[in-house]
Nanobody, 113 residues
Framework: VQLQASGGGLVQAGGSLRLSCAAS????????MGWYRQVPGQQRELVAT???????NYADPVKGRFTISRDNAKNTVYLQMNSLKFEDTAVYYC????????WGQGTLVTVSS
């Protein structure tokens, strides 16, 4: 399984970014995908997940601001991030839950205050 994430960058507080993650290899569209994030020196934490049927789960800090979606035909998961805050600054990792957790390379999101 290979996961290629893109869309990170520098944005001012209150702004928006959209992350994308394309999955390839031995994948099944029925498997859950999601986004996690990690700040240096801290543990990786859940941001949002989505099942193949579209059931979503969000971490409390991002509820109402972030939206996860997926295009099963393209094996791609998205994360629309609105009303970004300084504390959203992190490396964001795409995740595919198969026989184990598979991770993308990470994309840096920097929110300036």
């Amino acid at each position: 399984v290979q996961l290629q994430a893109s869309g990170g960058g520098l944005v001012q507080a209150g702004g928006s970014l959209r992350l994308s993650c394309a999955a390839s290899g031995n994948i099944f569209t029925t498997n859950r995908m999601g986004w996690y994030r990690q700040v240096p020196g801290q543990q990786r934490e859940l941001v949002a997940t989505i099942t193949s049927g579209g059931t979503t789960n969000y971490a409390d800090p991002v509820k109402g601001r972030f939206t996860i979606s997926r295009d099963n035909a393209k094996n791609t998961v998205y994360l629309q991030m609105n009303s970004l805050k300084f504390e959203d600054t992190a490396v964001y990792y795409c995740n595919y839950l198969g026989s184990r957790h598979f991770w993308g390379q990470g994309t840096l999101v920097t929110v300036s205050s």
